[in-house]
């Protein structure tokens, strides 16, 4: 019967897939014996019992025996059913404690992840085979829905709260993201891509920190900027050139800073990098040594956003 | 009923010896068999309509209840701009509004049409001065801009910039505000009855619509008894 | 003494029939507009019904003729046949129509209005103006949504959910007025619909005396009392939120829009047993008088109405299995959804073990009935695959819901509404319609409802989402089947409509008693007098006693 569920199912990407579609396709059995146990019944006494003129037929109002058998037969039977879907659903909804945690940002009208390490990706969403991952998924307009056909997996995104899903995937390749609550316009054309790909090419992928960048790439200012928000330069550092709780960031590029040990020192890449990585090597001068260190947390390409953007402000 | 056949010129209503069993009452409409089954069908009707007030209600009170554990602190805080003196006035002009009723439709059972007019304007007149006390409780939050919603405007609340005052007299004024729309269609529908029994048309054989408005004004009375606590009294 | 057997289920006419009916009896517009008769209103509100059906239907078959390509163009065309905005704005009209305007009303309201009197040997129901106001206050939603469609139309879908529909441009509050208004007109139909039941029945008419549609009539109106007020006061705070920012359903400003489904699925699941009781319960007339044969378990049947609009009280939840609500509360939705099963499988039952040994005759709403109990049997045990927690989070929100709510509301409801309109017509109008064509276009309507609805079964579990304008390439042949499908079905109900006009044409030919039915309605003339009986009925027989009787010459 493997054909008839790969008719009526997507192609199963993960284990819990499997289960589903088994208890899919006990219901569809189930269903067809009880569709037919109806419907030739009624089709049979259509024909056998067909109108004759003057055929008295007999009187017969009710049987007790009858009417508490067909009430409970089917209670049992739901009783069994609910309990099997809610041993499926005790699955879907707790994720292992090991899952990686990847967020969700779900917006009119596409599809923003980012790892564990900061890395971002839009639209694309890169997973290791074989491991579970857990989805923390907020939106910022409208209510969306994270749904994987293939991991038979869906859960509403819902703006002003968080919301969760896992799945463990098994089958290398790419798989359908589709949104599946109707959220205007753009609602079928927010499609998005799960990329299950092996340890070893995700880790690849964890390191060039996700494709977003791309995007930028004939505009790295803009993109440093990005980073000055999302890694959070932008509660110490300003780009205006006023004074906070670390230098601006504005016209120092190239510029010979004093430090607080008296020193002078030239703002240039070198400079820049040894602040990321080991900020308390050197304090300019006025400011308190209170940043913490950023190594490991900026990939090579938000670092040259970064100092573009520094280059472009003069 | 328009298209009655059975209706026949008035008796006066009563003292005809049938009563509320008369075919000939003019108020006997066509499809019912008797005048009591017409009674109490009307009245069953009515309970069911006030069924459908209290749930009408009962969905802002869930809604209430459920931004109020949203909302805790804001929600005492934004309780304490209301006037209980105000509240509790209207509380028992309300109260002695449903005595007077009771009198009305009493008066008008036992065929006394005179002092059922004069209980139903009192009812009237209490009616009125719930709404001029409401005229100033509104008057005092527009002035200082506890407002439902996005024109909330109001200064010096203790967690500034919380939606939750905003809120708590968005609930209030649309729960108030239902109500007082239902005050006012009490007046219009005793008004309406007042009018009538003027005109002698209600007599110990037809008091429907006196009994009916009179359950109608018990049901907005108990409506504002569950409000009253919950806006002016719990904190 | 003589006496002479008489079998019960004898088609009986009385022609002569009376001079005057109700249809004659007064002329003019005014005459229809200010009546208070029941049969009258009755009329009115199947008249608007069938238009609203129409209408929904026409918006139907566009949503169903864009999803024909993945491109949305025909024959070459450069334009596609309806634009992403325009589509959104056609399904939520669809839907909307459908739901508040047509299916709601169209059996309690339409028919109901019509027969429950006569079947209760009444004259009329128990408040004849209130009546009249339900019929203008549904004509006022209409005005009101059509004002809406007008001045743009909606595109939130029909279930308004927010925080879209607090933020989308468009008449949003105008046409959630509209329901807000139709939800009132059925809370008067179903406030008179009891009071009637409870005070206005024959004398010798006990509660089990009464036929089985009264029983399903009166279950539905206890539901459209006691549900209706919460989607009013809800479609209040909608535009509430919309217009004063009050906080409760919009995230932005601290509300919460899982809330707001709660509220609105408080009432619209009960909603979907307004819908599908009325049907149930027609079905339950068609089968014993089309089977010459009492009903079996008249009790069971009764109960399972009451039962079925309890439960569809506790169960609104099963709608939110993926939404965010706790879940625990999904579980336990999921648990009582299943109690939905007992009361509907219960009925199903007991009209098979009607037609066994029955006597059975397949005129044209006996054939309706049987395509009921054919699609309403999937309708049912595909909502078992819903009612299921761990299939139900991959099928919901897609297709498979889509077929399986058109296979209970279409399938179901509307089937059994084209059954009973078939069933009562000759009583309506005093005319017989062309069995012929009524059999024909019952089964093309069976057929044209499967290819289209059966199909999107499978379009569902594959994974295709309810609501979407472009689709994967995958997807086209069972969309294409399932619009040429949505052809035969438009085919089947434009000839429905058409031989029934035309039965209008013709001399009044109906016998009082066409069919051999037992319940009051056939015991006066086809059409009614204006006060329904020339004399009081008396009950002193079960509603569907098919034994001879002796009768004194």
């Excluded at chain 3, 009392?225 to 601290?254: K, S, Y």
Aim: hydrophobic fraction near 45%; glycine fraction near 10%.
């Amino acid at each position: 019967m493997e054909w008839l569920t790969r008719i009526m199912m997507p192609p199963q990407g993960s284990v819990y897939a499997g289960e589903v579609d088994t208890v899919y396709m006990a219901l569809f059995w189930l269903s067809v014996v009880l569709f037919l146990g109806i419907v030739i019944p009624a089709f049979w006494f259509a024909w056998r019992y067909r109108y004759k003129p003057g055929r008295v037929t007999p009187h017969m109002t009710h049987n007790t025996t009858l009417e508490i058998v067909w009430s409970v037969a089917p209670l049992l039977l739901c009783v069994g059913i609910f309990f099997w879907g809610l041993k499926g659903w005790m699955e879907y909804s707790v994720a292992p404690g090991e899952a990686m945690e990847v967020q969700i940002t779900a917006r009119k009208w596409n599809w923003a992840f980012e790892y564990p390490d900061g890395s971002r990706d839009a639209g694309t969403l890169h997973v290791p085979v074989n491991k579970p991952v857990k989805f923390i998924m907020t939106s910022e307009d409208v209510i969306h829905d994270f749904f994987v056909p293939d991991m038979r997996v869906k859960h509403d995104i819902i703006p002003g709260r968080y919301t969760e899903v896992w799945f463990t995937p098994t089958v290398l390749g790419k798989h359908n993201i589709t949104c599946a609550e109707y959220c205007g316009k753009g609602h079928s054309d927010m499609k998005g891509t799960v990329i299950v790909e092996s340890d070893a090419d995700f880790q690849n992928y964890l390191a060039t920190g996700g494709t977003e960048w791309e995007d930028y790439k004939n505009n790295m200012p803009a993109w440093g900027k990005i980073q000055w928000e999302r890694k959070g330069c932008n509660s110490c550092h300003t780009l205006d050139g006023t004074k906070s709780k670390g230098p601006s960031w504005k016209g120092i590029w190239n510029k010979m800073e004093k430090m607080n040990d008296g020193s002078l020192v030239l703002v240039d890449e070198a400079y820049i990098k040894e602040s990321e990585n080991m900020p308390q090597a050197k304090i300019v001068e006025g400011f308190q040594p209170i940043m913490p260190t950023f190594q490991g947390l900026i990939k090579p390409h938000e670092f040259e956003g970064i100092v573009a953007l520094i280059k472009s402000l003069q | 009923m328009s298209t009655t056949s059975v209706d026949l010129p008035s008796h006066g209503g009563h003292g005809d010896g049938h009563g509320a069993h008369g075919l000939d009452n003019p108020h006997h409409q066509h499809h019912f068999t008797t005048m009591e089954q017409q009674f109490d069908t009307a009245k069953l009707g009515m309970w069911l309509f006030l069924a459908t007030e209290i749930l009408l209600f009962g969905g802002l009170f869930v809604g209430f209840g459920l931004m109020q554990q949203r909302y805790p602190r804001e929600f005492v805080e934004a309780h304490t701009h209301l006037v209980r003196w105000q509240g509790s006035l209207n509380t028992i002009i309300l109260l002695i509004s449903s005595f007077t009723m009771v009198m009305g439709v009493q008066a008008a059972k036992t065929n006394k049409q005179a002092r059922s007019a004069l209980y139903l304007v009192l009812t009237i007149l209490c009616a009125c001065a719930f709404l001029v006390v409401k005229y100033f409780e509104y008057a005092h939050k527009f002035e200082e801009g506890w407002l439902p919603g996005k024109f909330y405007h109001a200064t010096g609340d203790s967690i500034p910039g919380s939606h939750g005052y905003a809120t708590f007299f968005a609930f209030y004024f649309m729960m108030t505000g239902l109500h007082g729309i239902h005050i006012l269609a009490g007046i219009g529908l005793l008004s309406w009855i007042l009018m009538r029994t003027r005109k002698g048309e209600f007599s110990h054989t037809y008091y429907t619509p006196v009994d009916l408005v009179g359950l109608y004004w018990h049901i907005v009375d108990l409506i504002w008894i569950y409000l009253f606590p919950l806006y002016y009294l719990i904190q | 003494m003589d006496y002479q057997v008489l079998t019960m289920g004898a088609k009986t006419g009385s022609l002569p029939r009376p001079k005057k009916n109700y249809l004659n009896e007064s002329h003019g517009f005014m005459s229809w507009a200010g009546t208070l008769d029941h049969k009258r209103i009755g009329i009115m509100y199947l008249v608007g019904v069938m238009t609203a059906f129409l209408l929904g239907g026409c918006f139907a078959l566009l949503v169903r003729l864009t999803l024909l390509t993945p491109t949305h163009m025909l024959f070459g065309s450069k334009t596609p046949i309806l634009t992403a905005e325009q589509y959104n704005r056609v399904f939520t009209l669809h839907g909307a129509i459908m739901v508040f305007l047509f299916i709601i009303p169209a059996i309690p309201a339409s028919l109901g209005n019509f027969v429950l009197p006569l079947m209760l040997g009444a004259k009329d129901v128990a408040f004849p103006r209130l009546n009249l106001a339900s019929f203008y206050l549904w004509l006022t939603g209409a005005a009101m949504a059509i004002g809406a469609m007008v001045l743009g139309a909606v595109d939130t879908g029909w279930t308004f959910y927010t925080p879209y529909s607090t933020t989308t441009d468009g008449p949003v509050t105008l046409m959630t007025s509209a329901v807000f208004v139709l939800g009132f007109s059925s809370i008067f139909t179903g406030l008179n619909f009891i009071a009637t039941v409870h005070k206005l029945r024959a004398p010798g008419m006990g509660w089990f005396d009464l036929p089985l549609f009264i029983w399903g009539i009166y279950s539905t109106a206890l539901i459209q009392v006691l549900a209706t007020p919460v989607l009013g006061i809800t479609l209040v705070l909608l535009m509430l939120e919309r217009g004063f920012g009050i906080g409760i359903f919009d995230p932005r400003i601290g509300g919460d829009p899982v809330l707001f489904q709660h509220f609105f699925w408080f009432y619209s699941h009960p909603a979907v047993y307004i819908m599908i009781l009325p049907g149930m319960a027609i079905i339950s007339e068609l089968i014993p008088t089309f089977s010459h044969k009492t009903i079996f378990g008249y009790r069971a049947i009764a109960y399972s109405s009451v039962s079925l609009a309890l439960v569809s009280f506790i169960v609104w939840g099963h709608h939110m299995f993926v939404a965010g609500q706790s879940q625990l509360a999904t579980v336990v939705f999921s648990a009582l959804t299943f109690l939905v099963a007992i009361p509907s499988g219960v009925k199903v039952f007991n009209w098979l073990c009607t037609m066994y040994e029955g006597n059975i005759s397949l005129e044209t709403p006996m054939c309706y009935a049987i395509s009921f109990l054919v699609l309403f049997t999937i309708g049912g045990l595909t909502g078992i695959f819903l009612g299921t927690l761990s299939t139900d989070v991959h099928l919901t929100d897609t297709y498979f819901v889509v077929a399986h709510f058109h296979f209970v509301m279409m399938g179901g409801t509307v089937t059994a509404f084209l059954g009973g309109l078939h069933y009562w017509w000759p009583k309506m109008t005093g005319r017989m319609y062309s069995e012929k064509w009524g059999r024909t276009a019952c089964v093309l309507y069976t057929i044209g409802f499967n290819m289209t609805f059966l199909t999107q079964f499978f379009l569902g579990s594959k994974g295709m989402p309810r609501r979407y304008y472009n689709y994967l390439d995958q997807f086209q042949p069972l969309h294409a089947f399932s619009t040429v499908g949505s052809w035969v079905l438009g085919l089947s109900l434009f000839m429905t409509l058409a031989y029934l006009l035309a039965s209008l044409r013709k001399p009044m030919d109906a016998p009082d008693n066409p069919w051999g039915g037992t319940t009051l309605e056939w015991q006066c003339s086809s059409p009614p007098i204006m006060h329904n009986f020339e004399e009081q009925p008396v009950v002193a027989r079960d509603p569907y006693d098919y034994r001879p009787v002796k009768v004194k010459i």
